[in-house]
Protein backbone atom coordinates (compact mmCIF):
# COMPACT_ATOMS: atom_id res chain seq x y z
CA UNK A 1 0.00 0.00 0.00
CA UNK A 2 1.27 3.16 -0.67
CA UNK A 3 1.98 6.02 2.30
CA UNK A 4 -0.06 7.99 3.41
CA UNK A 5 0.87 11.90 3.82
CA UNK A 6 -1.94 12.58 6.19
CA UNK A 7 -2.18 9.87 8.72
CA UNK A 8 -5.58 12.04 10.51
CA UNK A 9 -7.74 10.53 7.15
CA UNK A 10 -8.19 7.01 7.82
CA UNK A 11 -9.31 7.20 11.45
CA UNK A 12 -12.99 8.73 11.60
CA UNK A 13 -12.42 9.92 14.85
CA UNK A 14 -9.23 11.59 13.84
CA UNK A 15 -10.67 12.77 10.81
CA UNK A 16 -13.63 14.45 12.50
CA UNK A 17 -11.00 16.87 14.66
CA UNK A 18 -9.14 17.28 11.87
CA UNK A 19 -11.88 19.21 9.79
CA UNK A 20 -12.86 21.35 12.91
CA UNK A 21 -9.17 21.94 13.78
CA UNK A 22 -9.29 23.52 9.83
CA UNK A 23 -12.24 25.55 10.34
CA UNK A 24 -11.16 27.11 13.54
CA UNK A 25 -7.81 27.93 11.72
CA UNK A 26 -10.20 29.85 9.22
CA UNK A 27 -10.78 32.34 12.36
CA UNK A 28 -7.49 33.43 13.22
CA UNK A 29 -5.31 32.55 10.11
CA UNK A 30 -6.57 35.55 7.17
CA UNK A 31 -4.66 32.49 4.69
CA UNK A 32 -6.43 29.85 6.09
CA UNK A 33 -8.94 28.14 3.44
CA UNK A 34 -11.25 28.16 5.65
CA UNK A 35 -11.43 32.02 6.15
CA UNK A 36 -13.18 32.09 3.30
CA UNK A 37 -15.71 29.16 2.65
CA UNK A 38 -18.68 29.02 0.12
CA UNK A 39 -22.30 29.57 1.55
CA UNK A 40 -24.80 27.93 -0.08
CA UNK A 41 -28.56 28.69 -0.12
CA UNK A 42 -32.17 27.61 -1.68
CA UNK A 43 -33.57 30.95 -3.28
CA UNK A 44 -37.41 31.49 -2.53
CA UNK A 45 -38.33 29.46 -6.37
CA UNK A 46 -36.12 26.93 -4.81
CA UNK A 47 -32.64 27.57 -6.80
CA UNK A 48 -29.27 27.00 -5.35
CA UNK A 49 -27.39 29.96 -4.56
CA UNK A 50 -23.63 30.20 -3.37
CA UNK A 51 -21.25 32.82 -2.44
CA UNK A 52 -18.11 33.13 -0.87
CA UNK A 53 -18.31 34.54 2.79
CA UNK A 54 -16.17 35.11 5.49
CA UNK A 55 -15.87 32.44 8.53
CA UNK A 56 -16.61 34.52 11.75
CA UNK A 57 -16.42 32.34 14.60
CA UNK A 58 -16.10 28.12 15.08
CA UNK A 59 -17.25 26.31 18.21
CA UNK A 60 -16.10 22.59 18.01
CA UNK A 61 -18.07 21.95 20.90
CA UNK A 62 -20.95 22.92 20.53
CA UNK A 63 -20.80 22.49 16.47
CA UNK A 64 -21.81 25.86 15.57
CA UNK A 65 -20.78 28.40 12.69
CA UNK A 66 -20.89 32.15 12.30
CA UNK A 67 -20.99 34.94 9.10
CA UNK A 68 -21.79 37.70 9.12
CA UNK A 69 -24.11 39.71 6.93
CA UNK A 70 -26.60 42.51 5.82
CA UNK A 71 -30.04 42.38 7.25
CA UNK A 72 -30.96 42.88 3.53
CA UNK A 73 -28.95 41.05 1.25
CA UNK A 74 -31.01 38.31 -0.54
CA UNK A 75 -29.01 35.37 1.58
CA UNK A 76 -31.03 36.78 4.46
CA UNK A 77 -34.21 36.75 2.44
CA UNK A 78 -33.80 33.21 1.10
CA UNK A 79 -32.62 32.24 4.85
CA UNK A 80 -35.87 33.34 6.02
CA UNK A 81 -37.86 31.08 3.92
CA UNK A 82 -35.64 28.15 3.95
CA UNK A 83 -33.56 28.40 7.10
CA UNK A 84 -30.94 26.00 5.91
CA UNK A 85 -27.52 26.52 4.71
CA UNK A 86 -24.39 24.28 3.32
CA UNK A 87 -20.64 25.27 3.30
CA UNK A 88 -17.83 24.23 1.40
CA UNK A 89 -14.56 24.28 2.02
CA UNK A 90 -11.41 22.93 0.03
CA UNK A 91 -8.52 22.31 1.64
CA UNK A 92 -5.69 22.59 -0.45
CA UNK A 93 -2.70 21.57 1.87
CA UNK A 94 -4.98 18.93 3.72
CA UNK A 95 -6.28 17.35 0.47
CA UNK A 96 -9.46 17.93 2.63
CA UNK A 97 -12.84 19.01 0.70
CA UNK A 98 -15.58 19.38 3.73
CA UNK A 99 -18.81 19.97 3.00
CA UNK A 100 -21.33 20.79 5.75
CA UNK A 101 -24.81 21.13 6.36
CA UNK A 102 -26.38 23.32 9.20
CA UNK A 103 -29.81 24.52 10.37
CA UNK A 104 -29.73 28.45 10.00
CA UNK A 105 -30.80 31.01 12.73
CA UNK A 106 -30.72 34.71 11.83
CA UNK A 107 -29.68 37.36 15.09
CA UNK A 108 -30.11 40.96 14.82
CA UNK A 109 -30.72 43.91 17.13
CA UNK A 110 -29.97 43.94 20.84
CA UNK A 111 -28.93 40.11 20.02
CA UNK A 112 -26.30 40.60 17.98
CA UNK A 113 -25.01 44.38 19.94
CA UNK A 114 -21.90 43.04 21.87
CA UNK A 115 -20.79 41.49 18.60
CA UNK A 116 -21.18 44.81 16.86
CA UNK A 117 -18.98 46.30 19.47
CA UNK A 118 -16.23 44.20 18.50
CA UNK A 119 -16.54 45.35 14.88
CA UNK A 120 -13.61 47.47 13.86
CA UNK A 121 -15.25 50.87 11.80
CA UNK A 122 -13.75 49.51 8.64
CA UNK A 123 -15.48 46.08 9.47
CA UNK A 124 -19.30 48.04 10.52
CA UNK A 125 -19.19 49.92 7.20
CA UNK A 126 -19.66 46.40 5.11
CA UNK A 127 -22.78 46.51 6.95
CA UNK A 128 -25.27 49.31 5.75
CA UNK A 129 -24.89 50.16 1.91
CA UNK A 130 -27.16 52.67 0.43
CA UNK A 131 -29.34 51.76 -1.70
CA UNK A 132 -29.32 48.16 0.14
CA UNK A 133 -27.22 45.21 -1.32
CA UNK A 134 -28.55 43.68 -5.00
CA UNK A 135 -30.25 47.09 -5.68
CA UNK A 136 -29.56 48.33 -9.13
CA UNK A 137 -27.72 51.51 -9.43
CA UNK A 138 -27.11 54.02 -12.54
CA UNK A 139 -22.59 53.55 -12.61
CA UNK A 140 -20.63 51.24 -10.65
CA UNK A 141 -19.79 53.21 -7.35
CA UNK A 142 -22.97 54.90 -7.07
CA UNK A 143 -23.60 53.66 -3.70
CA UNK A 144 -22.58 54.86 0.00
CA UNK A 145 -20.86 52.59 2.86
CA UNK A 146 -22.12 53.62 6.47
CA UNK A 147 -21.83 51.71 9.44
CA UNK A 148 -25.73 50.55 10.06
CA UNK A 149 -26.29 48.75 13.41
CA UNK A 150 -29.75 47.74 12.18
CA UNK A 151 -28.69 45.91 9.19
CA UNK A 152 -26.15 43.80 10.55
CA UNK A 153 -27.01 40.51 11.12
CA UNK A 154 -24.71 37.52 12.59
CA UNK A 155 -26.01 33.91 11.05
CA UNK A 156 -25.62 30.96 13.40
CA UNK A 157 -25.26 27.65 11.73
CA UNK A 158 -26.11 24.61 14.00
CA UNK A 159 -24.18 22.08 12.12
CA UNK A 160 -26.37 19.05 11.45
CA UNK A 161 -23.96 16.96 9.16
CA UNK A 162 -20.62 17.01 7.66
CA UNK A 163 -19.19 15.07 4.43
CA UNK A 164 -15.62 14.45 4.37
CA UNK A 165 -13.42 13.49 1.90
CA UNK A 166 -9.78 13.38 1.94
CA UNK A 167 -8.28 12.90 -1.30
CA UNK A 168 -4.76 10.36 -1.05
CA UNK A 169 -2.86 7.66 -2.27
CA UNK A 170 -6.40 5.92 -1.55
CA UNK A 171 -9.48 8.61 -1.38
CA UNK A 172 -11.67 8.15 1.79
CA UNK A 173 -15.09 9.99 2.67
CA UNK A 174 -17.03 9.99 5.46
CA UNK A 175 -20.50 11.19 7.24
CA UNK A 176 -20.79 12.77 10.46
CA UNK A 177 -24.06 13.23 11.47
CA UNK A 178 -25.01 15.11 14.90
CA UNK A 179 -28.09 12.62 15.16
CA UNK A 180 -25.45 10.17 15.33
CA UNK A 181 -23.67 12.17 17.87
CA UNK A 182 -20.82 12.56 15.35
CA UNK A 183 -19.67 8.92 14.78
CA UNK A 184 -19.00 9.04 11.20
CA UNK A 185 -19.41 6.07 8.86
CA UNK A 186 -17.38 5.70 5.93
CA UNK A 187 -18.57 5.96 2.55
CA UNK A 188 -17.16 5.23 -0.99
CA UNK A 189 -15.48 8.32 -2.57
C1 LIG B 1 -13.53 37.27 -0.11
C2 LIG B 1 -14.98 37.62 0.07
C3 LIG B 1 -15.50 37.64 1.36
C4 LIG B 1 -16.85 37.95 1.54
N1 LIG B 1 -17.35 37.93 2.82
C5 LIG B 1 -18.67 38.16 3.02
C6 LIG B 1 -19.24 38.03 4.32
O1 LIG B 1 -18.58 37.68 5.31
N2 LIG B 1 -20.57 38.28 4.46
C7 LIG B 1 -21.35 38.62 3.39
O2 LIG B 1 -22.55 38.83 3.58
N3 LIG B 1 -20.84 38.75 2.15
C8 LIG B 1 -19.52 38.51 1.93
N4 LIG B 1 -18.98 38.62 0.67
C9 LIG B 1 -19.87 39.04 -0.44
C10 LIG B 1 -20.73 37.86 -0.88
O3 LIG B 1 -19.94 36.92 -1.60
C11 LIG B 1 -21.93 38.32 -1.74
O4 LIG B 1 -21.46 38.95 -2.90
C12 LIG B 1 -22.85 39.26 -0.98
O5 LIG B 1 -23.00 38.87 0.38
C13 LIG B 1 -24.24 39.29 -1.62
O6 LIG B 1 -24.76 37.99 -1.63
P1 LIG B 1 -26.32 37.66 -1.72
O7 LIG B 1 -26.90 38.59 -2.73
O8 LIG B 1 -26.39 36.24 -2.13
O9 LIG B 1 -26.91 37.90 -0.36
C14 LIG B 1 -17.66 38.27 0.44
C15 LIG B 1 -17.12 38.23 -0.84
C16 LIG B 1 -15.80 37.91 -1.02
C17 LIG B 1 -15.27 37.86 -2.42
Known amino acids: MKQEVHDWASDLAAL ?6 RLV ?5 RHAPSRHPTLATVTTDGRPRARTVVLRSVDPRAGTLEIHTDLRS ?10 FAALHVWDPSAHLQ ?6 LTIMTGTSVSETWSRLTDTTRSSYGVTPPPGRSIADSLDYVKTA ?6 VLQLR ?3 IDA ?3 GAHHRRARFDRESDW ?3 WLAP
Open 16 to 21: YQQVWV
Open 25 to 29: RGIGD
Open 74 to 83: AKVEELRASP
Open 98 to 103: TRIEAD
Open 148 to 153: DPTAFA
Open 159 to 161: VSA
Open 165 to 167: LHL
Open 183 to 185: QGQ
